[in-house]
């Protein structure tokens, strides 16, 4: 069975913007090409939801616009709308 995601917006919390500068600031990843992915801009992303440590999550995988490939772990929101509450990156 197939199904889609669609996302509505992203919130960003201080461990994901921690993430971003401190742990990837060597592989210089944004949450500007992060948000690329998983909105789909300019690139096809593919998605898949599987459970991590009890956890729902859903996985974009795609390209920024640089093409850059890029894979991007997000947490459904609370609310019943995926991917609301921005990524995570364990």
Not at 34 to 42: D, H, K, N, R, Y
Not at 68 to 86: F, I, K, M, Q, Y
């Amino acid at each position: 069975m197939r199904g889609s995601v669609k996302v509505l917006h992203v919130e960003w919390d201080e461990g994901n913007l921690t993430h971003f500068v401190v742990d990837n600031a060597d592989r210089e990843i944004s949450p500007e090409d992060a948000e690329e992915v998983i909105f789909a801009l300019p690139n096809p992303t593919r998605a898949i939801a599987i459970a991590y440590k009890g956890q729902e999550q859903i996985l974009f995988f795609g390209r920024t616009t640089e093409g850059r490939c890029l894979l991007v772990a997000a947490e459904p929101s609370s609310r019943g709308s995926p991917a609301d509450h921005g990524p995570r990156h364990d």
